[in-house]
């Protein structure tokens, strides 16, 4: 790859920007992955070098994420039962896992899993996480913790333990989440999060407010960790698979979503496979320094966009910044106020509260409105990583609903106009008495094609003259299965007793790829399924059809 001179002196400063950016928020969201600071340090800096060297989009930022570090706490949570230190060794396996999915799915082209969540499904189960981050942070803004089993009671927690609010805490937490919402609004350009922090660290050293009870990080470890890996149980290591799954799925659809934004707006494209190597790499370079899931970070991203970056050396030099500060910098880190953390994180929480689109939803779509809704609800109540089997089922269950019940439509002609048209959209239209030219818009497969049966007997019955053939426009059938193929059998010998003859037009030519030849040969053999290539052909053997028997009914 040519490195063009030109792009060095933008990409240094996007990458100087990018770090003071990223190493707060590295810190911050290592407490809602409930591992030590310098582990989301070690998560913020190598998955970049990683991404820099397999990834396929210029500006895109990997690192930690919220809703990836709050589904891994989860996850790890739940097998560990509090042991700290199954906990970051179980993580560490976490993440390998979900390296080794992302490039599995990478080689084997799944790319366009991507596409599996709909947008408001994926809108929903953010919100539901964005709400879950919240209720974990907003206590520590307060000064106390508030513990829950879940979203609910943490917030009867929090009512509950209200009485405990550290007053100095509290003040320096809500001016520091004052202030970082005031730079996100009015200048957006600023390192927030880092002007927070040292802001956070100077108020404590010159206020002496570890007097007063405000929590303070306490030293982070320089250098780098030897590396871990703990080998799960076999129990561990299914509930580990599913979880390293649903984490993939997430966390990729999520952040190729920023990937494919921000190359949108340069004007250029992604490769949604490659992203999956890119991905993969990064999280297996984060499980190599002990380290836990990331994926594409979008306000990082955004910074690069916004200082004028052009080029993964971005990535590079942002991980090198940062690396330097671990290796010579860290003492500092030691008075940074937890509620300075607890403010970085609670607005990046804000940032996944997308009302504009739910706005959109209740004006275009009431159904997936109430899909986004739903799936929000069950991340409340179920919690993280059952909320991402909830949206998967709930995506399934769209899909199932807009493809069970497609429209349908009868056809004739229209004087002036080319071809055959649904005589619902055109009154005009004309039909051929004794023949019903019916298509189905969708594809026939086996929890549909019950109600193709349905609709053509319905069609039939309505007719307003007595139907002799059936013609099938084919056209918009681009899967059919092996159920569907036995309806039609058993549902053209059924028009055949009442002497309708059942055939089809314009029906695509691979849909016998789904069947052994052999077995379509014989289908079409048995019984003389008729086909014909167009429409026009259809109608052309049916008038022949009626002339002959018109002319033996003259003879006889």
């Known amino acids: 790859m040519n490195y063009e001179k030109s792009n060095f002196r933008f990409d240094i400063v996007a990458g100087l920007s990018v770090a003071a950016v990223a190493l707060p928020v590295g810190i911050a969201y290592a407490e809602i992955a409930r591992v030590p600071a310098v582990v989301g340090i070690y998560s913020a800096i190598f998955p970049l070098f990683a991404y820099a060297l397999f990834g396929s989009s210029r500006q895109l930022m990997t690192g930690p994420d919220a809703a990836t ?27 390998l896992m979900t390296g080794l999915f992302y490039i599995a799915a990478g080689i084997a082209r799944l790319g366009f899993i991507a596409n599996f969540l709909s947008q408001p499904i994926l809108v929903g189960y953010l919100h539901g996480i964005a709400l879950i981050i919240l209720g974990g942070q907003i206590p520590k803004l307060f000064g106390f913790s508030a513990q829950g089993d879940g979203f609910f009671p943490q917030v009867a927690a929090f009512v509950e333990h209200l009485g405990s609010t550290q007053p100095a805490t509290l003040a320096l ?42 929590a303070v990080l306490g030293p982070v470890a320089a250098g780098l960790p030897p590396f871990q890996l703990s080998i799960p149980g076999l129990s561990e290591l299914r509930r580990l698979v599913l979880d390293a799954a649903g984490l993939m ?21 992604i490769d949604a496979n490659q992203e999956l190597i890119g991905f993969g790499a990064a999280n297996l370079a984060s499980a190599f320094v002990q380290g836990f899931p990331v994926t594409g970070a979008d306000s990082r991203t955004a910074v690069n966009s916004a200082t004028g970056g052009r080029t993964q050396l971005v990535g590079i030099v942002a991980g090198v910044a940062m690396l330097s500060f671990l290796l010579f910098f860290t003492p500092a880190l030691a008075l940074l106020p937890k509620t300075a953390l607890a403010a970085i994180i609670i607005v990046s929480a804000f940032g996944f509260f997308d009302i504009t689109a739910l706005r959109t939803l209740w004006r275009a779509s009431g159904r997936e409105l109430l899909f986004s809704l739903a799936t929000t609800g069950g991340v409340l109540f179920c919690g993280a990583f059952p909320g991402v089997f909830i949206a998967v089922i709930l995506s399934l269950l769209w899909l199932l609903s807009a493809v069970s019940r497609p429209n349908d439509a009868i056809l004739g002609r229209v004087s002036g106009i080319d071809g055959f048209h649904d005589i619902k959209d055109y009154p005009e239209a004309t039909t051929i008495p004794g023949l019903l030219i019916y298509r189905f818009e969708a594809d026939l497969v086996f929890f549909n094609c019950d109600l193709f049966k349905e609709r053509v007997q319905q069609e ?21 299965d092996y159920t569907a193929m036995q309806m039609i059998q058993e549902f053209r010998e059924e028009l055949a007793a009442q002497g309708i003859e059942l055939a089809f037009a314009k029906a695509r030519h691979h849909l016998a790829h789904f069947f052994r030849p052999a077995w379509v040969e014989e289908i079409k053999s048995v019984g003389s399924l008729q086909l014909f290539p167009g429409i026009k052909s259809g109608i052309q053997a049916f008038e022949q059809r009626v002339r002959r028997e018109n002319e033996k009914g003259h003879s006889l």
């Open 249 to 269: 799925l997430i966390s990729f659809t999520s952040g190729v979503l920023t990937s494919k934004s921000f190359a949108r707006r340069s004007g250029y494209d």
């Open 69 to 95: 570090c709050i589904m891994a706490a989860s996850s790890i949570g739940a097998i560990t039962g509090g042991d700290p230190s199954r906990y970051s060794l179980l993580m560490v396996a976490l993440t």
């Open 173 to 214: 937490g809500g001016s520091l989440l004052l202030l970082l919402i005031a730079m996100k609004l009015f200048l957006p350009r600023l390192p927030g999060p880092l002007i927070v922090a040292a802001i956070g660290i100077i108020a404590v050293i010159a206020l002496r407010l570890t007097d007063r009870g405000v």
């Open 460 to 480: 039939i019955r309505r007719a307003a003259t007595p139907v002799e053939w059936v013609l099938v426009d084919a056209s918009p059938i681009t899967v059919i």
